[in-house]
T-cell receptor, first 118, second 113 residues
Framework: NAGVTQTPKFQVLKTGQSMTLQCAQD?????MYWYRQDPGMGLRLIYY???????DKGEVPNGYNVSRLNKREFSLRLESAAPSQTSVYFC?????????????????FGAGSRLTVL | LAKTTQPISMDSYEGQEVNITCSHN???????ITWYQQFPSQGPRFIIQ???TKVTNEVASLFIPADRKSSTLSLPRVSLSDTAVYYC??????????????FGKGTMLLVSP
């Protein structure tokens, strides 16, 4: 059971280059998320997708685009990378509860993708 | 959104019990309290979740008073491997919306020999 898989694990870019971070989950979850984490900081939500075909902005969406390719896959694209986007990126999917007495939603995270922009 | 406040850091020694308290004064009726643990270079992972009173699993206990304005994560007899950042999240109940899943800076727990 792989859970949430992210690729690549490490990437170095030059300012202005583009790249796509890939994320896939095998838990049949409907919703998926992209977070970034900077040193000494908590996780900040970039974009999320409540279901296949829908995406919404989170707290820090500027400079990023996302694609929910199908139920399993949710990619994050940097069109023109900037040094301020140097960070560790985490993808997550969420188990959604089905009723008021079923607890609360729980996130499952990938291992992260460490991106450095020079 | 229910805002949470946790200590920035805590220190402990192996074998001690550690209690990390989270304040969430404006918790809503359908909000749950969920704790995550994050090791260096890894994504956060779910530890425990509760709504009220006490919840216990194989890893930790979660104490929630009647007014639900705070919660305490209790780690019994910590070891060096419990050194991590611990996040308290409030929200995520059924039909609560996705924007409630907001992480703060967490509590850095350092366990020493």
């Amino acid at each position: 059971n792989a859970g949430v898989t992210q690729t690549p694990k490490f990437q170095v870019l030059k300012t202005g280059q583009s790249m796509t971070l890939q994320c896939a989950q095998d838990m049949n979850h409907n919703s998926m998320y992209w977070y970034r984490q900077d040193p000494g900081m908590g996780l900040r939500l970039i974009y999320y997708s409540a279901s296949e075909g829908t995406t919404d902005k989170g707290e820090v969406p500027n400079g990023y685009n996302v694609s929910r390719l199908n139920k399993r896959e949710f990619s994050l694209r940097l069109e023109s990378a900037a040094p301020s986007q140097t960070s560790v990126y985490f993808c997550a999917s969420m188990r959604e509860v089905e009723g008021a007495s079923s607890g609360a939603n729980v996130l499952t995270f990938g291992a992260g993708s460490r991106l450095t922009v020079l | 959104l229910a805002k949470t406040t946790q200590p920035i850091s805590m220190d402990s020694y192996e074998g001690q019990e550690v209690n990390i308290t989270c304040s969430h004064n404006n918790i809503a009726t359908n909000d749950y309290i969920t704790w995550y643990q994050q090791f260096p270079s890894q994504g956060p992972r779910f530890i425990i979740q509760g709504y009220k009173t006490k919840v216990t699993n194989e890893v930790a206990s979660l104490f929630i008073p009647a007014d639900r304005k705070s919660s305490t994560l209790s780690l019994p007899r910590v070891s060096l491997s419990d050194t991590a950042v611990y996040y308290c999240l409030v929200g995520g109940g059924w039909n609560s919306g996705y924007s409630t899943l907001t992480f703060g800076k967490g509590t850095m727990l350092l366990v020493s020999p």
